[in-house]
């Protein structure tokens, strides 16, 4: 099930790239948010369950991340730069630096600090969603010391949720710590690792595990009881994000205990990953030679939806699965 909510996911992001909305409600930043959490349920199974021996466990981690990460990233960035390199869209400036920060991923998350735009007209890197793996992959790099150790989990929660609190007052940068910034999200993973535990591993769940999600589940809903009385719904991101979290709780929880098992789950989920990464590239293709050629709106929307998941199944098929044995490998070792 979780392979059909990650497509699901991405196809979210990608239409609400194509400006669309539920009235004032962002789907791609409440998809995010989603996207989060489930990253840290699935790693907290890797590291739980799939990496069968301790000797070495966090540097395979950390390998296997990278091979699951970067073939699919390093095939859109290759076809991202000969687009805009034959055909000058964006009016690209290559930069040694900048194509630097373009590749190590996590710099982009910091875009408002370090300038990693490599196109000039309009103004982006390579790929625009990859602020977003840039918190992923901090996430990828703590998420090992807070599966293993409770005092760890415990500090560095209790300092996410600090940093989410101050920027939901606005005595930090609202946007950027609720949403965009890895320090304010990160209790966000650790959410999905409690979940996992709760509902996989009952018998190596922890105080914490139990209450943590049932307490940001609650001030959650304060949140946003808070926002309308003070008519700060539609203030930046935060109705998605809190809305994100606390529809995210359950429903993850529930597919965690089902067993029902679908057809195409493996691939839609791997799918996912080439929607998320290659829907920009697309609507910059079709900017360029498609726009007078679809009459509606509509036709528009299919199109790039179909041309993405047409990149990502051929980079799924031909870039990312001649690398599974390796990665099976580094988690069995």
């Not at 609507?283 to 179909?306: A, H």
């Not at 047409?310 to 070792?333: A, D």
């Amino acid at each position: 099930m979780f392979g059909y909510i990650r497509f699901f996911l991405a196809t979210n992001v990608m239409l609400s790239h194509l400006f669309v909305q539920i009235g004032a409600f962002n789907i791609g930043v409440a998809s995010v948010v989603c996207f989060y959490m489930l990253s840290g349920y699935v790693i907290t199974h890797l590291l739980s369950t799939v990496f069968k021996q301790e000797e070495g466990i966090i540097a395979r981690f950390y390998i296997e991340r990278l091979l699951r990460i970067y073939p699919l990233y390093l095939y859109t960035i290759v076809l991202t730069i000969l687009f805009i390199t034959i055909t000058g869209y964006g009016s690209p400036a290559f930069n040694f630096f900048k194509v630097v920060y373009n590749i190590l991923i996590i710099p982009l998350n910091y875009y408002m600090y370090i300038d990693s735009a490599i196109l000039t007209s309009p103004t982006w890197w390579l790929i625009p969603i990859a602020w977003s793996l840039g918190v992923e992959l901090q996430a990828y790099i703590f998420l090992p010391w807070i599966v293993r150790f409770y005092r760890i989990k415990l500090v560095l929660s209790m300092i996410s949720i600090v940093i989410f609190v101050l920027a939901c007052g606005s005595i930090i940068n609202t946007e950027y710590f609720t949403y965009r910034l890895f320090p304010g999200m990160f209790f966000i993973f650790i959410l999905g690792g409690c979940i996992y535990k709760n509902t996989k591993l009952p018998h190596k769940s922890d105080a914490f595990d139990k209450v943590f999600p049932r307490i940001i589940f609650g001030l959650c809903i304060l949140g946003l009881l808070g926002m309308g009385i003070l008519d700060r719904l539609y203030n930046t991101y935060l109705t998605e994000v809190f809305l994100a979290i606390i529809i995210s709780i359950p429903i993850i929880t529930i597919l965690s205990n089902s067993t029902m098992k679908l057809p195409f789950n493996r691939l839609l989920g791997d799918m996912s990953y080439g929607v998320f990464l290659s829907h920009f590239l697309v609507m910059w293709f079709f900017e360029m030679y498609l726009l007078d050629y679809l009459p509606t709106y509509k036709l528009k929307i299919m199109t790039v939806f179909i041309i993405s998941v047409i990149i990502s199944f051929i980079g799924v098929t031909l870039v990312e699965r001649p690398l599974w044995k390796y990665r099976h490998k580094l988690s069995n070792i």
